[in-house]
């Protein structure tokens, strides 16, 4: 049974590297039990934070704390924590069961206790009947099985996870995920996971932190940051591909009426614009479709390139002002055609340009207030 705790909390969390801050006043609140994914694209934040937790990387400013007990200035070994990193690290020369039992021995536990142990672990990641193997004989995925079950062997308090399974092909990474999500739920493990795939993270995690150059963006629940993205960036990471310069012709509640190119789009207000703004409007390119005669707010199109991914096209067009839009379709079409879009307007976010508005990080609210940065 993994050792329990309430509350792991980062209080203004900062790590620079010389002139360059790589995190900037983290602030978070991480449960027992809970599966907390950090995303971002390299250079975010998000490996130095894990780094942070893990003890590897000494704060610049800020505390980290587990309950009552302020953790930062403790050593990496006494914090508790298991680590799962990205490029296995294991041992060559040891068997699997040797890599999984490694730990146990250097925290001098009893050898009945060890081989308990070690089997139990194996047996969760089910490969007990690879225990006598090399890691060169295994699969990447059981390498990083492996590596997961020398992290959890050690009941520790909190596992950490850098990209584990960046390294592995798409159908290793898909079985992989829901290995990690069983073990996870199983366990009552309490996990941070650093990722750069949003897929990945909306799938495993219980809530997402969005970073951007060391800033938390938004945080909460993959329902929240899918839907109700905090600001154009996080919309961007999170699937809305196109992000049309528009004009703000009439708003009505958080309703607004936009104008571009030859065309009309009514969307959501995610930055309180007002009439005769500039604004940007965000759209999924599964959430534009080819539109019947009878569609209200079309936006004509002349097509460009068309890719065929087996049951739909995925296709880029352009607009009349030189803007480019991406959409799905499962119609045959084809390069030089001219088609009218349409979304339905709660699948079009408006938010501020970008800059007119200071980053303002979001978290756990109904209605999130829009950050643009």
């Known amino acids: ?47 130095t934070a894990l780094n942070c937790l893990a003890g590897l990387l000494p704060l610049t400013g800020g505390a980290i704390r587990l309950d009552d007990e302020r953790i930062d200035r403790i050593a990496p070994e006494r914090r508790g924590f298991g680590m799962v990193f990205q490029s296995y690290a294991l041992f060559p ?90 073990l996870h739920q199983s366990l009552g493990l309490t996990t941070v996971y650093v990722t750069h795939d949003q897929e990945e993270a909306l799938s495993l995690a219980d809530r997402l932190v969005v970073l951007r150059d060391g800033i938390m963006q938004q945080v909460g629940t993959p329902e929240e940051v899918y839907g109700r993205p905090a600001n154009r960036y996080v919309a961007g990471f999170m699937g809305y591909r196109n992000m049309l310069d528009v004009t703000v012709a009439s708003a009505t509640g958080d309703r607004l009426s936009l104008r571009f190119a030859d065309a009309q789009l009514t969307g959501l207000d995610r930055d309180a614009l007002a009439a005769g703004g500039r604004g940007v409007a965000a759209i999924r390119p599964e959430d534009l479709d080819v539109a019947g005669e009878n569609a209200g707010g079309r936006i004509p ?73």
């Open 1 to 47: 049974m993994m050792s329990r705790f309430s509350t792991l909390s980062l209080d203004k969390v900062s790590r620079s590297f010389g002139r360059h801050a790589a995190l900037r006043e983290l602030e978070l609140e991480i449960r027992g039990g809970e599966f907390v994914a950090l995303l971002g694209p390299s250079g975010c934040g998000k490996s």
């Open 93 to 182: 020369h040891l068997t699997v069961r040797g890599n999984v039992a490694f730990g146990l021995k250097m925290a001098k536990v009893p050898k009945a206790d060890i081989a308990r142990r070690a089997d139990r672990a194996l047996e969760m990641v089910q490969l007990t009947e690879h225990a006598h193997k090399r890691p060169g004989q295994l699969s990447g995925g059981q390498q990083q099985r492996v590596a997961i079950a020398r992290a959890i062997v050690l009941e520790p308090r909190l596992v950490l996870m850098d990209e584990p399974l960046s390294n592995l092909d798409a159908s290793l990474r898909l079985e992989m995920r829901t290995e990690i999500r069983r």
């Open 301 to 373: 199109a002349c097509i460009e390139v068309v890719e065929y991914h087996g049951r739909e096209l995925a296709v880029q067009a352009r607009l009349s002002d030189g803007q480019q839009v991406h959409f799905r379709t499962g119609g045959r079409l084809a390069p030089g055609d001219r088609v009218d879009l349409a979304a339905a307007p709660e699948r079009v976010l408006v938010f501020a340009p970008e800059g007119e508005r200071p980053p303002e990080p979001v978290e756990d609210v109904p209605r999130q207030k829009a950050v643009t940065s």
